[in-house]
């Protein structure tokens, strides 16, 4: 629960208080045996920082690792630090081997390097300090003093001298997210923090419980946490993200969203992130030539930035973090981040005469209610005529029909308004949204040959998926991408005759595919079966059907799970057969509904007219489940599976 400190008795934490917690750690350490598969053991992970009243953090770091085997001596052969040399100061100061033979060697931290950092996509200087700590041994343990000032994201003040160019965004507030867990196991965490006592402060722990405290001491509240035995958490595929499950503290001075949502209006209207050019109002004017109403032109202007302005963070300049680029530097460069794609949509709808501002969301993971500053990405909203505002993502819908990527619902963002706005969450895109339908005709030749041909239309996410075999490559891989979906599920079979649409014309209509084939040696005919499966329900284009990748041989889950976004799948095909047979075999019929999913499918063989005919509907109602939804979302690719693993076995009546 949320808790607003006053005051707490104090708890005694050894990591920070023990003399000497080196060696205090290295006599109580647990053995591998305690830990099976582990590669090492975090003995301890102590952090205190200092807050002043400008909200300038400064932050030491004290970590104790002992080495359970090599894969463990591998990992800790180098210890890195990254940072953002525009917004934050590191060092290494200390590393200490104690090796298991008694013997204790000092690093000389005059051999730690600064370097770029490994980049893609975005280059925009960021440096690791790094240090070659050297040839480990099982039962070895290495002792790491770090120092960190500033925070994680650049903003204007970079040109400023000393310690002013660390403070935190929203000058005078402090915020941090504390991760108390580990890919490895962690026999006990510590973090403290000293914070003027005039600034009030909020926090919660999430996913477990902490030992706190918080203590008045010359003029600051000592805040401290502390867990002991601290385990990885158990993985599981397509789990939410480890932050949404694992214990982890949020700690913020800051009020509430609203003022949250008011600084981040303010810092980007103040630096004039939205100012339009004659050049951009020229290309806005250009643009709109065709617009007849109002989701035209917000449309329109929409899929020119999403299309036009590439995914590159190259350029710089004033304007990082959460201060958007100038809508000027975007447009001249055609390339940037989301924030930079984000405030050009700003820019541009601006221009066009619409009420528009940026907006922050988290990919990827849940958003907690503490306004600690837990976002990755930046939107763009617009306020329509009706005065609702409109989500738009200019960075997530290139060549995709949609504005808003419902491979987003069910995500936490937060606007950047003038009348101010809470935390909100996006809703469930219904799954007839994202439709794939694959309708086929085909006919069984009596040597075994498969002749036929099927269509395919899909809309939403999953006219998405389909449309990128085309937008993701030259022209002339088109057609081997298509073909490629198929051999690799059917590899005799041959593409006679191929047909689509103009993959760039989007917005004229859903994807359509048409392809006509022959699969020699398909289905197993004698004297007196036929067995087969019907072509569509194969695993074909499975990039449409991500669902159909889950690991379904989990009963149960521990933790929420998700796909790529809501789904409809609609599988229809009519076999026509070279005789006339009755069932020995067809996958049974199946038809259930669930919260999570439902399914219905099955086969209806006509023995008159020599013809099979396959129908499967498959409705999976959202992105992100929790985990007591499992067993119906299960049971519903399951029933799929069965009836794309099965084939039917049919007796030829002579």
Known sequence: MKKWILLYVAIACPVLLQADPVRNALDHSESKDAHPGANYLVLFDSTKVDVQESGLSYVT???LYKVFNASGARDLSVITIGYDPLSAYVEIREVTIYRKDGSIEKLDTANVLDYPAPARAIYWGAREKMIEVGRLEPGDAVDVHLFRKGFTYALLEAGQKDDERYIPPMRGHFYDIVEFWNREPMQEKVYQ?????????????YNGEARCSAVLRDGKMIYTFAKKDIRPVKREPWMVAPSDVAPKLLISTSPDWNAKSAWFYNVNEDYGSFDVTPEIQDKVDEILTEAKSEMDSISLLTHWVADEIRYSGVSMGEGEGYTLHKGEMTFLDRCGVCKDKAGMLVTMLRAAGFESYAAMTMAGSRIDYIPADQFNHSVTVVKQKNGTYLLLDPTWVPFLRELWSSAEQQQNYLLGVPETADLMITPVSPPENHYLYMNGNSEILENGTLQGNITITAEGQSDAALRRMFTGSPVSRWEKNIEAEIKKEHPRAVLTHISYD?????????????????????????????IFTPFAATEIFMRGMSHMHQNTNLEEREHAFRDRCSRLVRLHEQVRLPYKTTAVFLPEAEAFQSEAASFKGGYDLDPEANRLTLSEEITLNKRIYPSHEWPGYRKAVESQKTFAENPVILKIEK
Do not use: N
């Open 502 to 530: 103009d993959p760039y014309d989007y917005m004229s209509g859903p994807i359509r595919l048409d392809i006509t084939y022959e699969i020699p040696e398909y289905a197993v005919v004698t004297e007196e079966e036929i």
């Open 193 to 205: 923090t000293s914070i003027p006592k005039d600034k009030t402060v909020q926090f919660e722990f």
């Open 61 to 63: 770091m004290h970590r």
